[in-house]
């Protein structure tokens, strides 16, 4: 099964993952106008009356680009929801992105088959993260138009599963949209992603040492600093396993070799929940692929390095 027209016309087959704090409308436009698909997670527009601003702004920017621009492939943009009970904004952002008919939604969590039947209203389509096989059929089951594959060494929650594994098993019985989520950050990442049945790659870390990227200075250091050994995989910042840099965790007078588990009951998305909570401000995620990034270039100069990482990649190979 090709892909969906929405997905087709993309500078490189990358999708750039929502990231907390760090997405903003700098950095998705960059993106959508570098030719990948950009990507914030709801909560981020703060106070909620936000949300709509931002969608309004990304769509009119790249309108306009577009407009002055017709040679250049301009990509889609996505906003990710959080589809937990405790996340008390999910009916009012997703009004909100029906009204103005966002064409990508990114699910996470478990979304309600309402969630999927009110994007598809307008022609929009619905990609689901998974960290693993039942997660993945139960959300084809309701809907998702695609399947993100959250694996080991992703950024932020993620999966045990190495992709090596995740992707094959989806592909025995999912022959739509599949990307891959984990430690990518070159443009040979990228081939190989493709190489073991994705369509494409989700990106998240190394945007994170990027000029459009809304991260404190400090953060974006801390990337350009750190190794794949310098990432900790622990459920106690959200009660969902996730990867997070040692070095934040230490700064929070924590010890990253001796983390406690959290209670995932516990989970709060809410707006007075852990998306407030200091935890989540001081603590940053990383994927494993940090080790890869060397220095904080803008969003443009970035996607070109990969490009050209991902067709010397293809002529290694075909040598």
């Known amino acids: 099964m ?91 952002d997703m009004e909100v992105c029906v009204k103005h008919e966002v064409p990508i939604i990114i699910t996470s969590l478990q979304a309600p088959k309402e969630i999927y039947d009110a994007v598809h209203s307008y022609g929009g389509i619905v990609l689901h993260d998974v960290i693993n096989i039942r997660h993945t059929k139960k959300a084809l089951s309701i809907g998702a138009d695609g399947i993100v594959a959250v694996c080991a ?88 396993h996730g990867n997070y840099l040692k070095s934040s965790v230490r700064d929070a007078g924590l010890d990253p070799d001796n983390l406690p588990e959290a209670d995932k009951s516990k989970m709060n998305f809410g707006s007075g929940g852990n998306t407030d909570s200091k935890a989540w401000k001081d603590i940053w995620g990383s994927g494993q692929g940090v080790g890869s990034i060397h220095d904080a270039p803008s969003v443009a100069e970035i996607v070109a390095e990969l490009k050209a990482e991902y067709e010397a990649a293809k002529e290694r190979i075909m040598n």
């Open 153 to 240: 060494g992703a950024g932020g929650h993620a999966g045990r599963l190495s992709p090596y594994a995740l992707l094959p098993e989806i592909r025995d019985f999912h022959e739509g949209p599949l990307l891959c989520s984990g430690s990518i950050a070159t443009g040979g990442a990228i081939l190989g992603a493709q190489a073991i049945g994705a369509d494409l790659a989700y990106i998240g870390t190394r945007f994170i040492a990027c000029k459009e990227a809304n991260a404190p200075e400090a953060y974006k250091q801390a990337i350009i600093d750190s190794a794949g050994e310098d990432i900790v995989y622990s459920s106690l910042f959200t009660g969902v």
């Open 2 to 92: 090709s892909l969906p027209p929405i997905l087709q016309n993309l500078e490189l087959p990358v999708v750039a993952a929502p990231m907390f704090i760090v997405s903003g409308p700098e950095l998705v436009i960059a993106q959508c106008k570098a030719g990948i698909v950009g990507s914030f997670p709801a909560l981020n527009a703060r106070p909620a009356e936000e949300l709509e601003k931002w969608i309004v702004r990304i769509k009119l920017e790249l309108e306009e680009y577009q407009k002055e621009n017709p040679e250049k492939k301009v990509a889609p943009f996505a906003v990710n929801q959080i589809c937990h009970g405790s996340n008390n904004r999910l009916q009012h």
